[in-house]
């Protein structure tokens, strides 16, 4: 999650500038311009018909009030990280 320690200040990995504006919502607009959070999603089965196993996790990001620069992350990176060992178990079968 997001740093919420006060005393950390946080630079842009781009420019180095310590103006991050933290905890930013990844929005998306769908199908008649429906609203909708970004996710990440990993098939734990992806050959699979039916049933392929989809974790998905939600995403945050931090914005550089000087640059610009974006940086989106994993909110549950565990789920992935373990969707993904599950995925290799399934290639060695």
Not at 10 to 20: T, W
Not at 31 to 54: C, D, I, T, W, Y
Request: aromatic share 6%; glycine share 8%.
């Amino acid at each position: 999650m997001p740093q919420t320690d006060p005393s950390f200040t946080p630079r842009c990995l781009k420019c180095g500038a310590d103006a991050m504006i933290p905890d930013v919502r990844v929005v998306d607009r769908g199908q008649n311009n429906h609203r909708h959070e970004s996710e990440l999603g990993l098939q734990v089965r992806p050959e699979a018909l039916l049933f392929k196993g989809e974790v998905r996790v939600g995403t945050w990001a931090q914005v550089c009030g000087d640059c610009g620069f974006v940086e989106v992350y994993a909110a549950d990176p565990a789920a992935l990280w373990d969707a993904h060992i599950d995925r290799l178990a399934n290639d060695l079968d």
